[in-house]
């Protein structure tokens, strides 16, 4: 008897990444709020039933939509960080800085669903993203939120606020600014998050 494991594992794959595939296009247009099980259903040609027991709900299914954008975000970063070494400098920060604003502002032009996705979640203040507690193993993002506490320690950035929050503002500015030239949001993001150095 042929072993049919192979093809079985495939055509679940197949199945996620349909169900994923018509989910995120529906989270996109909608938001997670006005997203609805059944058209994701009818979108992938598949039906509820398999849908619930491939993710369980709605939160699910969004949490495996966001999981998928946070790897694809992971790989955008992955190259600059590669490239990078921890600034020492406010001068290499700001260099820092604006090239993760680049990644973020070509991630989000490449990927226009995560892009409507991310600007949804924005504007409903990050709560359903908050909510499925999305996580990912990723270094690269690591590494950029121990450069921005570095950074924040050394009092390159303008606010008081933690690491953590400086680099969402990235994500956030870039996302509102989204549309606009690119080196306009560059330069807006730089003067919104870092402080000036002192005239002498």
Do not use: C
């Not at 027991?53 to 966001?66: I, S, T, W």
């Not at 020492?88 to 260099?95: L, V």
């Not at 306009?184 to 000036?196: G, P």
């Amino acid at each position: 008897m042929a072993n049919t494991s192979g093809t079985v594992r495939r055509n679940a794959a197949e199945t996620t990444a349909r169900l994923i595939a018509a989910a995120r296009a529906e989270f996109a247009e909608r938001g997670y709020d006005g997203a609805r099980i059944d058209r994701i259903s009818t979108a992938s040609g598949l039906n509820r039933a398999l849908l619930f027991q491939r993710f369980g709900d709605k939160e699910g299914l969004y949490r495996a939509v966001l999981t998928e954008v946070a790897a694809e975000a992971a790989r955008s970063r992955s190259a600059l960080v590669a490239a990078a070494s921890p600034p020492r400098t406010r001068d290499e920060f700001a260099g820092v800085l604006r090239e993760l604003t680049r990644a973020t502002a070509d991630f989000l032009r490449l990927h226009p669903e995560a892009a409507r996705i991310l600007a949804w979640e924005r504007a409903s203040g990050w709560a359903a993203f908050t909510a499925v507690h999305v996580e990912a193993d990723d270094g690269g993002a690591r590494a950029i939120l121990s450069w921005f506490r570095d950074a924040g320690e050394r009092g390159w950035l303008r606010s008081e606020s933690d690491g953590d929050r400086q680099v969402r503002l990235v994500l956030e500015l870039v996302t509102a600014l989204s549309g606009e030239d690119p080196e306009f949001i560059v330069a807006a993001v730089a003067a919104a998050l870092l402080n000036q150095p002192e005239q002498r």
